[in-house]
């Protein structure tokens, strides 16, 4: 945003030409310090002995509209005394001169100041202050703000002063607009990771926890039967877990990902085929129907660990024989089938409630691929997870890029 610049006019008075100069300088200085991104409470405190002075005023002070509470809080101020300050530190936003000048969305000059002594001790309203200016900081038809300037006697600025008065009210309102939307941004991302760091938690650490619930109580009747050979087993399937477990945290710990295979995603899918099968006795087949048409990382990622907790959800829930992996493409989608022949799931029963979890993690790693996840009963028993998102023009990326979300 420019700065203002006031229009040509005949040769002024060198006080005239001071005040002009003074104004010019606050607006290029405010405008410099939202394109800075400068601290907002220094920034409005900052201006308020300039705007004092350009508008002859003995006291000032800039307060910001909590929309949490509907109050308006002090956010500084020049001049005022002690009490008063105190007393004004939070006030209703319906509260004398300010309220009526958010009310009214322009500047409000108030005579009458009994609801601003009635708040603070002494006389200085009535005596120390006799009037009171008000301009609300407003943007876009928001009004986030005023500033209140606190006159001795009764004299006020002239026309052009007072136009300048309400163009610096604008720029301080574009600040706190500006302020507002950095909050929102900043908390919907910290939302964000919060969200992905609990699935990626959920991903790798939590999975690993409930595979050890499952092998324990097997390592235990292994051991009460003194059978030395399925105690070294499920021993060693628990050691392996910890170790994965351990891993996935210190890399979750690192960088917020969870480690996916440098040759690619369906080079991972192996490895995970490979490692079911081996694990739980379930018969299991990847069918690869995608080719070697690559995907971007973050889809690989997603794709990677959608399949992930689709088989953690066989495993624990599903009694099945055998499941299915299958990856291919059609209609520019790419499409993804987590299938097996189990006892399927109810949606009310309490595996559903139970992996109600990691179902919503899958439905939110799809909306991220600008896709869609369905579950759904598999025709001839079982369950199917079906993964569906558009496909991306192919990007050209060097073997070993592939990382997590």
Known sequence: M???????????TSAA?????????ILAEITAGLAAGNDLHDLLGRFLDPIMQIA???????????????????????????????AERSVEDDCGA????????????????????????????????QRVLAVPLHHRGRVLGVYTLFYEGHAEPGPEIFALLKSIGDLLGLALDNARLERENLRATVANERQMMAAEVHDSVAQALTYLKMRLPLLHDA??????????KYYGD??????????????????????????GLMHALRRVAASFK???????????????????????AQVFHVVQEALANVERHSLARHAWVKVALADGHVQVRV????????????EAATSHYGIDIMKARARRLGGSLELRSRRGGGTCVHLSFPLEPPQRRPRGQVQGP
Do not use: N, Y
Request: include cysteine; glycine fraction near 10%.
């Open 223 to 232: 051991m009460l039967a003194h059978d030395d050979a399925r105690s070294l």
């Open 56 to 86: 002859g005023a003995q006291a000032g002070a800039v307060r910001i509209i909590d929309e949490r509470d509907r109050r308006m809080h002090l956010a500084g101020d020049l001049g005022l005394p002690h009490g008063v300050r105190d």
């Open 238 to 263: 628990i050691r392996q877990a910890v170790g994965d477990a351990h891993s996935s945290l210190r890399q979750i710990l690192a960088d917020f990902r969870a480690p996916i295979d440098p040759e």
């Open 339 to 350: 299938e097996d022949d189990g006892t399927g799931v109810d949606v009310g029963s309490r």
């Open 17 to 25: 030409a001071a005040t002009a100069s003074t104004v010019s300088g």
């Open 98 to 129: 300010c309220g009526a000048a958010l009310l009214a969305d322009r500047p409000v000059w108030a005579d009458d100041l009994a609801p601003c002594a009635r708040r603070s001790d002494g006389e200085f309203f009535g005596s120390g202050c």
């Open 2 to 12: 420019a700065a203002f610049v006031p229009p040509i006019s005949p040769p002024r």
């Open 278 to 300: 081996k694990r739980t006795g379930i018969e299991f087949e990847l069918v690869d129907q995608l080719g070697e048409l690559p995907l971007a990382a973050d889809a690989q």
